[in-house]
Nanobody, 124 residues
Framework: QFRIAESGGGLVQPGDSLKLSCTPSGFNVWDWDIGWFRQAPGMEREGLGC????????YYPDSVKGRFTILRDRANNMVYLQIHSLKTEDTAVYYC?????????????????WGQGTQVTVSS
């Protein structure tokens, strides 16, 4: 069973950077695809990217490419989502996702294990 937890969200200003953490429980993030998603109020869940266990390649949608980076830390068995140049429209609950019965995203997945999410609010 894949259990994960997100952390690192908060209230930030436009233009700031933020690093969100995804902490696994009971599995090694290097052995499995990990994805990042977000959901804003009244909006559908949006894929932000994923990192493939096969070769460590990361994939991003054009909408966030260049501002969002997924990082894996072997020593600490963690996955991070680094976000630069935050915008007010980045306000959402951010989730990481681990394997489970569910949809695939891009080159990764399927994803069916979700954390509780971490709120990111971008406001001046």
């Amino acid at each position: 069973q894949f259990r994960i937890a997100e952390s690192g969200g908060g209230l930030v200003q436009p233009g700031d950077s933020l690093k969100l953490s995804c902490t696994p429980s009971g599995f090694n993030v290097w052995d499995w695809d990990i994805g990042w998603f977000r959901q804003a109020p009244g909006m559908e869940r949006e894929g932000l990217g994923c990192i493939s266990a096969a070769d460590g390649s990361a994939y991003y949608p054009d909408s966030v490419k260049g501002r969002f980076t997924i990082l894996r830390d072997r020593a600490n068995n963690m996955v991070y989502l680094q976000i630069h140049s935050l915008k007010t429209e980045d306000t959402a609950v951010y989730y990481c996702a681990a394997p489970g019965p569910g949809p695939s995203w891009g080159e990764c997945g399927p994803f069916g294990s979700w954390g509780q999410g971490t709120q990111v609010t971008v406001s001046s």
